[in-house]
């Protein structure tokens, strides 16, 4: 019965339009179940057919879309005790559940897409000789302009047997239908894992060269795609017959613009660690090297290659920045003009950003990945497809271009004293990573032999491996998306799969929000007022916030480059709500620090924190209570903030809550071994930042969707849509004066009452201690009042 109630009140939400009808559809799914939902979900929407009949429509079109394609097979777990994404957990609130369970459905969906891979079509292959390199038709992308065999050029990848129109509605996608094409075909796939390592293995001896090589030379420009396998473009290139010259070019000024830092210290340092293990690989593979330049110009320097060697194409996967993409498509329009064919591939994200389309959804839900998944669904229904093997053999010419030192390049550079001596804050960097293509192997194979029993459930402890770490290999291309997908879809945890949804969305929103980096997609919040406290700012890059859970995490990220997810909320909010500082503070230093730092996911992930983004964040992660969620036993904190390591486990992170007498015995000083909180009074805090972005609202009023309480966005085509807004933000507008909000999103770590109780009771024993609490909350409640 209660059910029933709940599925009447999610339809008078779609009728008063409060909810659009696939999202009505997937939280009455999360409800009801699996099974319910096939059986009775015509039977609960009946009551729409008279009297909203439009409504009854678009629900019976979502269901049906929805139950088309899954396997008779396929059940959802009945369920799922304390899940945690992106810091929420299912028992905090009904409307933390909803979602979680919304978007596990639409992500195990996605990636049983994949299940029909195994059934592709393969092309002809023409001899080499005059002939122009043979084509290949690929399963890893959908083109949306493709009828049948026909080849457009206004995508890389093509699909055959497929009749598909789509058109967009707005001004987003403007492709440059000047590039030459080059297709593939994924008629190998790996076997599994050890299977594909095995084959590595034994393909270690040089590949020589049966007959001689009259072709003129193709040059392969490595950038985000530093790996043998699965590598779409280097197969091509090696498929051509003729002799394949590998190039990596750096420039830092052509990498990106320096607002969104598109290259911090962390990034650099790992390619100069990565290239010269790649540069390994090739030649112990196939006898073949990478020519490096140190450039000035790109287009220069590809210019000056094609001239000395007599190459006649340019072979490349593609990047999706959208400045870079610019730089990409203008050397491929010069190159083109002296003759050189340029042919670029897709392999760096799961699907391009281009081909992912709204007509049949709208933009309502822009920025949440259940929107995103479900037009990655509509736009591209094809599987995705297999990873494809390495090539056999990548011939060597005898005219070499002349190739510069790994050091030239800069990337590891590390800074000197006025002594001489060398700052190397990279040493834990490089004791802590496998730099190399068969790292990214390994660190995803012991994900998959331990963490990942745990991932669902306990993703968010510090002081477990239950994470995987091989996003720095998946930003620099050592490991791709595909083959991420591939191993990851047998291994049952749909939400490490979303993970490479979120990834997808984040260069989709890059793609339609170009200035993402640096600009509030939510204009009015441009507005919104932030702290300029530089001392609290540096407290927090270098750690010393004297709150030893965020500490800790900074401290990491610093040495290692490198801290799980749930981490990266609770320092992100820390500098957002508690101290109110803008988020683009935190994604600068995140850009410099972080080993994956990617522009698009970072400054999704930032912004969403930060209130301007189109997803805003509906938790906020308490610096103290986290703790006992992610790290109840201190070991985390250990690790990282060796000067509080004989903190016993109560105290571990409250310090300042500490009797004096087990402070002495832990050999801590306060202010002097460990710095004092930055800030006390964490309540007042909060309530600052909420009356910051009532502000902007209430300024901005009419950027509120009076309907919803959503805020409005404009988008690029000049659309206007409400975005999703967070609860507490459009209750506090309502009601500015209100000290009580039901909607509350800061999170309670769900050890955190025993531990205060346990606090207080020896906070009571130690006369001093008890005193100076005493006095401490006295001091609180009269600023309160005041307040």
């Not at 009455?28 to 099974?35: C, P, T």
């Not at 790109?298 to 007599?310: F, N």
């Not at 459930?457 to 791709?480: A, V, W």
């Not at 988020?583 to 972080?594: A, H």
Request: glycine share 6%.
């Amino acid at each position: 019965m209660d059910c029933q109630n709940d599925v009447s009140d999610l339809l008078d939400s779609l009728k008063s339009g409060n909810l659009v009808a696939d999202e009505c559809f997937c939280m009455i799914l999360s409800l009801i179940g699996y099974d319910a939902t096939v059986s009775r979900f015509p039977a609960l929407i009946n009551q729409l057919l008279k009297s909203h009949p439009k409504l009854h429509n678009q629900l019976m079109n979502v269901y049906q879309g929805y139950f088309e394609n899954i396997d008779d097979g396929f059940r959802l777990p009945d369920k799922l005790d304390c899940s945690v994404e992106n810091g929420f957990y299912a028992n905090d609130s009904q409307a933390a559940q909803d979602d979680y369970d919304m978007q596990l459905e639409l992500a195990l969906k996605l990636s049983r897409e994949c299940s029909a891979s195994d059934n592709h079509a393969q092309t002809e292959v023409n001899p080499f000789g005059n002939s122009p390199p043979p084509t290949y038709a690929s399963k890893l992308s959908v083109n949306p302009t493709v009828k049948n065999n026909e080849i457009d050029s206004t995508n890389n990848l093509a699909t055959k047997k497929n009749t598909m129109t789509f058109h967009f509605h707005d001004e987003f996608h403007k492709p440059d239908k000047s590039l030459p094409v080059v297709h593939y075909d994924n008629t190998k796939s790996p076997g599994n894992m050890t299977d594909t390592k095995k084959k590595k293995k034994n393909k270690r001896k040089k590949s020589g060269v049966e007959r001689p090589l009259s072709n003129p030379p193709v040059i392969y420009w490595f950038r985000r795609d530093l790996r043998i396998h699965d590598n779409p473009a280097l197969v091509a290139a090696a498929q051509t017959g003729a002799p394949v010259i590998p190039v990596f070019l750096w420039n830092d000024a052509e990498e990106g613009p320096s607002k969104a830092l598109a290259n911090g210290g962390a990034t650099k340092y790992w390619l100069h660690m990565a290239l010269p293990t790649l540069n390994h690989d090739l030649i112990e593979r196939f006898g073949n090297s990478i020519v490096l330049r140190h450039s000035t110009s790109y287009l220069r320097d590809l210019s000056d290659i094609v001239q000395s060697t007599g190459a006649k194409t340019l072979i490349m996967n593609d990047v999706y920045e959208p400045y870079l993409k610019q730089r990409d498509d203008n050397i491929c329009s010069v190159l083109k003009k002296k003759g050189v064919t340029c042919q670029r591939y897709h392999s760096y994200l799961l699907y391009e950003p281009g081909s992912i389309l709204t007509e049949s959804l709208c933009m309502r839900g822009i920025g949440s990945v259940t929107h995103f998944m479900e037009c990655c669904r509509q736009s591209c229904p094809e599987p995705i497809g297999n990873p494809v093997e390495p090539p056999d053999c990548l011939p060597v010419g005898g005219n070499r271009p002349n190739s510069s030192a790994f050091d030239d390049l800069g990337l590891g550079k590390l800074p000197q004293r006025k002594d001489g001596t060398v700052i190397d804050w990279a040493k834990v960097i490089r004791e802590s990573w496998d730099f190399s293509e068969n790292g990214a192997w390994e660190a995803l194979q012991l994900f998959f032999s331990s963490g990942v029993r745990k991932y669902e459930k306990e993703s968010s402890r510090g002081d477990e491996l239950n994470t995987c770490r091989i996003s720095p290999y998946l930003h620099f291309g050592q490991m791709s998306p595909r083959t991420v997908l591939n191993e990851g879809r047998h291994m049952k945890s749909p939400k490490f799969l979303r993970k490479l949804a979120w990834r997808d969305l984040s260069y989709w929103l890059l793609h339609v929000f170009p200035d993402l980096p640096y600009s509030p997609t939510r204009p009015q919040y441009k507005h919104q007022r932030w702290s300029q406290n530089k001392s609290h700012l540096k407290a927090w890059q270098k750690g010393n916030t004297g709150y030893p859970l965020v500490d800790a995490s900074m401290r990491q990220l610093w040495l290692t480059g490198w801290m799980n997810n749930y981490m990266r909320h609770v320092v992100a909010s820390f500098l957002l709500s508690y101290l109110h500082i803008s988020w683009v503070e935190g994604y600068l230093w995140f850009q410099d620090t972080l080993l994956d730092a990617d522009v698009a996911i970072n400054a999704m992930m930032w912004q969403n924190g930060g209130m301007s983004g189109l997803d805003q964040w509906n938790f906020v992660m308490h610096p103290v209570d986290a703790a006992m969620t992610c790290d109840p036993k201190g070991d985390y904190v250990r690790k990282w903030i060796p000067e509080l390591s004989r903190m016993p486990e109560e105290f571990i992170h409250k310090p300042w809550k500490c009797p004096p007498s087990i402070l002495r015995r832990a050999g801590v000083e306060l202010g002097s071994s460990y710095p004092h909180r930055i800030i006390t009074d964490l309540e007042t805090a909060r309530e600052q930042s909420l009356r910051d972005v009532v502000d902007v609202r209430k300024k901005f009023e009419n950027m509120i969707d009076p309907h919803t309480g959503n805020d409005l966005v404009k988008l690029p085509n000049g659309v206007t849509i409400p975005v999703i807004t967070r609860r507490e933000f459009k209750y506090k507008t309502r009601n500015p004066e209100s000290r009580e909000n039901p909607h509350n999103a800061v999170l309670k770590g769900y050890r955190g009452r025993k531990r205060d109780e346990l606090v207080e009771f020896l906070n009571q024993r130690d006369f001093m201690a008890s005193t100076m609490n005493e006095c401490s909350t006295r001091y609180e409640r009269g600023q309160k009042v005041l307040f």
